[in-house]
């Protein structure tokens, strides 16, 4: 009897383990809300008609969005959800700056809300919104399965690797397809969505103006319609962010089988379009579709590729949530949403209340909303961490810099430096402002580290804190907060620097000279060096805009202008009429040493876009410069900068200078507070 209990027993484990393993497998099914809100998808049609029929134009925007949506992370709504408090999300990274629809989201959200409550997922929104964005369009009314469920994590990092850009080729497009388990029909179906929608300019505007780096037009390109194109998108214009070209000339807002025309006639806006006559089963495609006077399979093709791509890295089950809200997780106890603007924008007459702001939360306008159970991220690091030990430090620190950079503004660009080469060094820890001595080479005395200026000035800083509050404030924190209040002081972007970084006690030469990125790295040595350092390549393309203050000297690019295969050429890739000009007025030998140059002439001293307009003229200064426009996710990234209003990069520089500033920190018990910062401790 006991034996017979235990088998039932067993058998009944047994059985509950099959259930509990075949429940959690992920998949979406049709008919999911049948049950629990069967008008679910009747509501989101009958509030997506009128939306649509308010403005069209959403249409295009909508399909996008679940296109970005289900290529990163997979389709659970991660693209809705709200930047925090150290980490940008989705929708604030460079490909997503133009998506619209987010309020439409909101609002159909709010209606299933009313009628089924926690029911919907805001992932089966997106989805139904793209399905319903089709239809009303004109377009195939197709089934599309539910049951998704919202992730909690949405990452800016993630986009680069995953999202299609606009410049990808034929190779680049199939692997990216390939990655998400779509085929090569997807990809030339799926492609068909740009029937209907608008683009802004910068997303193709390199093959109007400077298709292989010469400033010419992309050969592949109709020269007719290249000529129309160039009267509305004018070349480095910031304008073009507001302008809007069609995808589809003829007709826009019409889904039909405009766009495979147009492709086939090499009209295509994109070259990922141009690039689907480059693959025999692609051109197919689209010279059958050119030629149809149906457009039923292109119809009953697009349904079935949109389920497909519906079906990516799906969440169900107890896998992810489903939120109240689109733009933050249900879960979370605070929702901080960060807003970077530059401290010397902050207006207000009160000098007190202007200091206050500074040393709070309120200097980054950091505002949480409470929820429910998670508290925000907390680092190692922490911001207002001398509030007790030394409340005064960072005013004392930006009262000084306030002082006495704008006199001298350059010294902002070589304190900014400074901060680079101490961070890629043995991470944040001061290491580079360590003297040698007569058995040892420290950082300071590298190749790379011999043209740093601004000890003196740091040495005075750690001074004054010193008087206030003895072996408290560490160099490494100092370096930090001198650098981020040097750009405040010449009109640039505030950004968050939370402190507690403790000083190093090694400082080697030989380390310096391997670890720092050099002026004549390509882009895979590039590459290679920030993500050593836990960077992205967005990071690479936005802490290089720090080359918009500066100069340097003619030695760090002067093999560009007279040797630069070891045969007395110049560099190909750098715009010769600049070349010859550097030659002529500045670096009027190969071997000057001296002359200095700026790295953004006409506006080395500001903090501005300067130096991304240069790149995409091919007169960036050094090889480092030239090697970001060799990549196609990174002059896309350029691209979208020089194409966004000022504020965009500058919140996009300080949340990488913070990501940078945490860099194999040392903290707690190790390391030292250093007396002086040119000595390790005796």
Known sequence: ????????????????????????????????????????????????T?????????????????????????????????SLNNNVAEKDDIPNKSL??????DRVKAKLEEACPGIVSCADIIAMAARDSVYLANGPYFPIQT??????????????????????????????????????????????????????????????????????????????????????????DHDDMRTLVKMDPKSPRRFDLGYYK?????????????????????????????????????????????????????????????????????????????????????????????????????????????LSSLSCVKSDLELDFYDKSCPTAEKMIFDYVKQHVPN?????????????????????????????????????????????RGFDFLDTVKSLVEAECPGVVSCADIIALVARDSVVAIGGPYWNVPTGRRDGLISRSSEASKELPAPTFDFTALRSSFSSKGLNLKDLVVLSGAHTVGVSHCQSFSNRLYNFTGKGDEDPSLDSFYAASLRKNKCKTPKDTTTIVEMDPGSFRTFDLGYYKHLLQRRGLFRSDAALATDAATKSAIIQLVNSPLEVFFKEFGLSMEKMGSIEVKTGSTGEIRKNCAVVNV
Not at 8 to 22: A, H, T
Not at 70 to 82: E, P
């Open 50 to 82: 009128r939306i649509i029929a308010d403005d069209p134009k959403l249409a295009g925007s909508l399909l996008r969005m679940q296109f970005q949506d289900c290529f990163v992370r997979g389709c659970d709504a991660s693209i809705l959800l709200d």
């Open 100 to 105: 619209r629809g987010f309020g439409v989201i």
């Open 262 to 370: 147009l492709v086939s006639e090499e009209k295509g806006l994109f070259t990922s379009d141009e690039a689907l006559l480059h693959d025999p089963e692609t051109r197919a495609y689209v010279e059958r579709q050119a030629m149809a006077s149906s457009a039923e399979e292109f119809f009953k093709d697009f349904g079935s590729s949109m389920v497909s791509m519906g079906k990516i890295g799906v969440l169900t089950h107890q896998k992810g949530e489903i939120r109240k809200k689109c733009a933050y997780n249900t879960n979370s106890k605070q929702v901080c949403r960060l807003f970077i603007i530059p401290f010397s924008r902050i207006q207000t007459k009160n000098s007190l209340a202007r200091s206050k702001m500074r040393n709070t939360s309120v200097r980054c306008i950091l505002m949480c909303v409470v």
């Open 147 to 236: 049951g998704r469920r919202d992730g909690n994590k949405s990452e800016a990092s993630d986009l680069m690797a995953n999202l299609p850009p606009p410049t990808a080729n034929i190779t680049q497009l199939k692997a990216f397809f390939l990655q998400k388990n779509l085929t090569v029909k997807d990809l030339v179906v799926l492609s068909g969505a740009h029937t209907i929608g608008f683009s802004h300019c910068s997303s193709f505007s390199q093959r109007l103006y400077n298709f292989s780096g010469k400033g010419d037009t992309d050969p592949s390109l109709d020269m007719e319609y290249a000529e129309k194109l160039k009267r509305k998108c004018k070349p480095y």
């Open 1 to 48: 009897m006991r034996s017979s209990m235990a088998l039932s027993k067993s058998l009944l484990l047994l059985l509950l383990g099959f259930l509990c393993s075949s429940s959690t497998e992920a998949h979406v099914e049709f008919g999911f809300y049948n049950d629990t809100c069967p008008h679910a998808e009747a509501i989101v049609l009958d509030e997506m």
């Open 408 to 452: 001298a503004p350059s010294l902002a660009a070589a304190l900014l430096r400074m901060h680079f080469h101490d961070c890629f060094v043995r991470g944040c820890d001061g290491s580079v402002l360590i003297n040698s001595t007569r058995k040892h080479q420290a950082e300071k005395s590298a190749l790379p580290n011999q043209s740093l």
